[in-house]
């Protein structure tokens, strides 16, 4: 899983940010935007519209609560900018789901190209249908927590568990 991109080093450089407000997917992306610390020459609005954009051709919920917002092409070019934004919604919010559930956690990526784009969806998917991680996310671990449950899976999966 995961090639060389280390996730939690992603979230890490991403950070994790609680309660975030919205009542609608738009408005809780607008304020994860706001909120999150930004690559040096990103703009924020160029960022939440490409991630809306993205949203309205299909949502990105996983499921079990979890949607993996993201710009459709890359918007940084350095693989040394990239990250992964935690975000855990103040209140659950409707989002197109299969499984109907509302979404009260964002994974926001930002990735450098398709190949490190489709290696942190992996890497995220398969995180995302492990119930202990399910679990987790619905205690609202602190960063630490969060990073440290990341890294022992991936310290797992690299040991081929």
Not at 22 to 28: D, L, R, V, W
Not at 34 to 44: E, Q, Y
Not at 64 to 71: Q, S, V
Not at 143 to 152: N, Q, S, Y
């Amino acid at each position: 899983m995961g090639g060389n991109i280390s996730l939690a080093e992603l979230v890490g450089r991403g950070g994790v940010y609680f309660n975030i407000s919205g009542s609608t997917s738009s408005e809780a992306l607008s304020e994860a935007v706001k909120a999150m610390s930004l690559p040096k020459g990103l703009d924020r609005d160029k960022l939440l519209t490409a991630i809306l954009e993205r949203e309205s051709l299909m949502p990105t919920a996983l499921g079990n609560g979890i949607a993996i917002p993201h710009p459709r092409s890359p918007m940084v070019t350095d693989p040394e900018a990239q990250r992964v934004a935690v975000f855990f919604l103040k209140t659950p919010i409707p989002y197109s789901a299969l499984d109907r559930k509302p979404v009260s956690t964002f994974f926001l990526i930002l990735s450098s190209d398709a190949k490190s784009h489709l290696s942190i969806l992996a890497s995220l998917s398969y995180l995302c249908q492990k119930t202990e991680f399910i679990s987790l996310l619905g205690s609202r671990p602190s960063t630490e927590e969060l990073m440290d449950h990341i890294a022992k899976a991936e310290a797992s999966w690299a040991a081929g568990e």
